[in-house]
């Protein structure tokens, strides 16, 4: 079959992009891998998963009626609601008809004489103008090369790929590998079910208190009432959310202003935390003040002082990897059937029939809990077989680090855009607010092209060149640099170490967006 346009993936990107389309009269067909909508939140369905941004703000914001009918009941949104409101969303503006689940894309390759995108998936192939990638930067599930992984007796399960039917813990003793944002999710819901629960961790994380709790119906209609200021907020702040920044530095105040600020914002909870000195992401010492009082609110948590000083991150820069919201997590471990290894010191050496062994000791598990990630950004891309202009792949291009014109398209791939994708803000903002804002960006340069009779659009090599240093030259002037996460690929063995999304900030980075749009698209190539 042929459409004007493919879409790779039906999570919040892919359906919204879907539903521009449309409104612009092109035939459109969305690709997912899943049998119903909602991307991360299809499969993330692990115990405690939740969104780490306020319910009234993770909404789209494109349709008033939507965002004034739906009901948040919680101040931070648990992964059922928000597929129920991914479904909701899918049902309200009838995209199922053009969606094909079940369907996954093997590959696309660019076809020059024709000016098409040759799609295969494994039920067929398609043909487009367009190709659109909606595959979302945290779907390419990992699971560490460990020695003996398929001999393990018990079921094993990986946090993003949970099953739909749900997972009992009673009466089991759980290993849970890893302590990212899932295993901070997860382990204090594993903890209250399980007979004995065993957490392996390589590296503590900083996490800060979400302080859930069910949406009061004042607020939410105060901010239904003030939607329009607060999306234009959103979308001219740093992170596209409504938190207070304060641009104060860490060092020109008194050290009882300094804890008095850090009290007031660790008792609303959230990650507007971060936000509570303007140079906590580039001045060491800030940081580390900001650092301290985390750590010290730890070992008040904690009772253990030897579980307090382990789960007490020391190795980086607050901030620096993504920083997990929790609910109750730090006193998980005050419960007499919770046992913290600390794998650093002795690292796992094989999955065995009976659970997991490190270099000191082996540990019997009836369940293995692998809270491990992703390959981040470029392993959902990366994981099709895609193929640009004179055969060059994509996986060949980036095979140094991903390389794109201001994470919206990259040299030699012409008619290929992705959403959200290395270069961009993405995961270091509130990914809703930059979905729309790409989606927009995407179906108002196609509406531009068809109306001046523009045939292709391709990145200028120089300007992707660029826009590349650009976003390197940024990072370099921040604190992330110092820590191995995985907006470095990090996680990754033999991932290429190159900081990945964009810390301009989500205004800023519109501005340039829109500034390209008005003058007529510069750094692109446009073919008649």
């Known amino acids: 079959m042929r459409y004007d346009a493919i879409v790779v993936g039906a999570g919040f990107a892919g359906m919204y992009m879907l539903h521009k389309l449309r409104g612009l009269g092109l035939s459109v067909r969305v690709f997912e891998t899943g049998d119903g909508v909602g991307g991360t939140w299809y499969w993330n369905r692990y115990p405690g998963a939740r969104c780490d941004v306020e319910s009234m703000e993770y909404s789209y914001s494109f349709d008033d009626e939507l965002q004034q009918e739906w009901e948040w009941t919680e101040r931070y949104p648990s992964q059922p609601e928000i597929l129920r409101y991914a479904n909701h969303v899918a049902d309200r503006f009838d995209l199922r008809g053009d969606i094909e689940f079940e369907t996954r894309v093997t590959g696309a390759g660019y076809d020059e004489t024709a000016n098409l995108w040759r799609v295969a998936t494994d039920r067929g192939d398609h043909e487009a103008k367009y190709l659109i990638t909606a595959v979302g930067c945290l779907s390419a599930a990992r699971i560490p090369d460990f020695p003996g992984v398929g001999v393990f007796r018990g079921p094993s399960y990986h946090t993003g790929r949970w099953p739909h039917e749900g997972v009992d813990f009673a009466g089991r003793r759980v290993a849970v590998i890893g302590t990212g944002s899932s295993g901070i999710q997860a382990i204090p819901v594993i903890a209250a079910q399980a007979e004995h629960v065993t957490v392996f961790q390589r590296t503590a994380n900083y996490s800060l208190p979400a302080w859930n709790r069910p949406m009061e119906p004042e607020y939410a209609q105060w901010v239904k009432a003030n939607y329009p200021e607060i999306r234009t907020t959103m979308r001219t702040s740093v992170s596209g959310v409504m938190s207070t920044y304060n641009s104060t530095s860490a060092l020109e105040v008194t050290e009882e202003d300094r804890r008095r600020e850090f009290e007031t914002r660790w008792a609303k909870g959230g990650a507007a935390f971060l936000g509570s000195y303007g140079d906590i992401a580039v001045n060491p010492d800030a940081n580390e003040l900001t650092a301290e009082f985390v750590r010290a609110k730890i070992r008040e948590i904690v009772t253990d002082p030897r579980v307090a000083e382990l789960l007490a991150p020391k190795d980086h820069p607050i901030g620096t990897k993504r920083i997990c919201i929790d609910t109750d997590y730090y006193a998980t471990y005050n ?93 270091l903002s509130n990914m809703i607010v930059s979905i729309e804002q790409h989606v927009d960006w995407i179906a108002g340069c196609l509406d531009r092209l068809r109306a001046d009779g523009v045939a292709t659009i391709d990145a200028d090599p120089a300007a992707e060149d660029a826009w590349v240093e650009h976003v390197n030259e940024v990072a370099g002037r921040t604190l992330y640099m110092r ?25 800023a980075y519109r501005e340039k967006c829109d500034q390209i749009t008005a003058d007529g698209y510069p750094g692109f190539v446009l073919s008649p």
Do not use: H, Q
């Open 335 to 427: 419960r007499p059937n919770v046992t913290l290894v600390d794998v650093r010191a002795a690292p796992i050496e094989e999955i065995t029939a009976n659970g997991v062994r490190t270099a000191d000791a082996e540990y019997a598990a009836d369940m293995i809990v692998y809270a491990t990630g992703y390959d981040a950004m470029t392993g959902p891309l990366l994981g099709i077989d895609i193929t640009g202009k004179g055969g060059l792949s994509l996986r060949r291009k980036w095979e140094a680090g991903p390389r794109t014109y201001l994470g919206l398209m990259t040299a030699g791939f012409p008619n290929m855009f992705t959403i959200t994708g290395p270069g961009s803000p993405s995961v």
């Open 483 to 507: 820590a191995n996460s995985w907006y470095l690929g990090a996680n990754i063995p033999g991932k290429p170490r190159v900081f990945m999304p964009y810390v301009g900030g989500v205004g």
